[in-house]
């Protein structure tokens, strides 16, 4: 399975430098084929000894990754006709940028969510103060709200106002626009939010978005000179450092020495980051052998539209209606840690998008949420080449993030998730620029 996934990852490499197509069409296939490749061939080299995965599973995977690179190479060439001027569409965006960090009414709302932030900051230190250490992380999903209605306002306004803030932060590094100080506000938001239950994956997003707006900016192969490389080794220390600070916050001294609790952080660390590149094709296939036949039958849609059922079902549960939702039904699977090594090593939560897709119609849901997966792209990257604006460029940086997901969860399943595309798709609409300036617009096409 190793040598055919190598076999894959080469040739689609090789197809790709032949199609002619719209540059960013091509980097963003190509950067897709070779996350999903290279994490797939990871996976089958079974580095930490784990379980094994079974074919039929890395088939499920790869069926789906051809399933979203073919109808998007197709769907593009039908909606993307015209190139755009991509030195006009950066200078758009750099100027749409600057008024955004301007707006009164944009610096009001990031000063009052770092108000709110820091409030449940000091709340959560207050909680986790005589908590073991192991208990801190999950005290900040099972103690910190009151109520329901605390909850969702919380993950709903502040986390997703926080998914927001992390795209306009990534966005105004790569268009050298943070030497002020609604920039540092935003990173304190993100720092704050982060230390409430000490998570990592909004570093981790950050991460996607800069290296997502950095493809998008101008061609990789400007990226290649020995300044760029020094620049990225060094974000990418950072990064690690960061995240083992967090290791290292969450489990606690091990050792008397410091040295050692920090080598053990490092290596915890290592072992975590390939877990979570190839912890979830293990969950996905204990799921597929062992979970799938407990729901009796297809969930035709359920799956993958759970975020917006989430949404939807809120208001009848508001009137005291007993409705579960996918999310509440499928929670007893993803919240279970599973064995997935004889090393006693346990993972849970991430499944890939694949569990949604072949829970709502089997191996042909793995086929066709890939293709309106793709129209989603396109579209988004239609918008995108249309408005020449900041608010386009952040939907498009928000639903290529969710794409890259794909690999670890299914991040459309959230709520929170769908609550965020569709402020962004509203931001669009109202910021859509005016038919004068369409007119000028398209002219640069």
Known sequence: MSFFILVLIIVGIIIFQKVDIDRNIKKISLAYLLMTGVILFISSLNPLKLYNV???TYLLVIVSIIAFIV???LISKKIIKEKPTYNIMNENISVTLNKLLKSKIFISIVILNLILVTIYKIKYDFIIQDLPKQEI????????FSNTMEALFFNYIITGLVNILSIIFSISLVHKKFKNLVFILIGLNI???SLIGYGRMIYFNIFLYIVINMLLKRDIRSYINKKFLVKLVSVCLVVFAIFTSM???RIGKKSSSVGE???LS????????VVYLVGEYRLLDYFIENGFEDFKSYTLGRATLAGAEEILLYPIKAFGIDVKSFNNIVSQYTQKSILIGENNSYFNAYYTCIMNYYLDFGILGVIIFPILHSALIVLALKNYYLQKNVYS???FSFVLLNLFFGVIRWNYQSGTTVFVLAILIVLNMLNKPKLSEEKTLNEDF
């Open 261 to 263: 609790n920090i080598v």
């Open 393 to 395: 460029l952040m939907l």
């Open 191 to 193: 720092i704050i939010y």
């Open 71 to 73: 109808p998007f190479f």
């Open 54 to 56: 079974s074919n039929y």
């Open 266 to 273: 490092v290596k915890n660390q290592f072992e975590q980051v």
């Open 247 to 249: 290791v290292y916050m």
């Open 137 to 144: 992380r999950m005290a900040r999903f099972n103690s910190l």
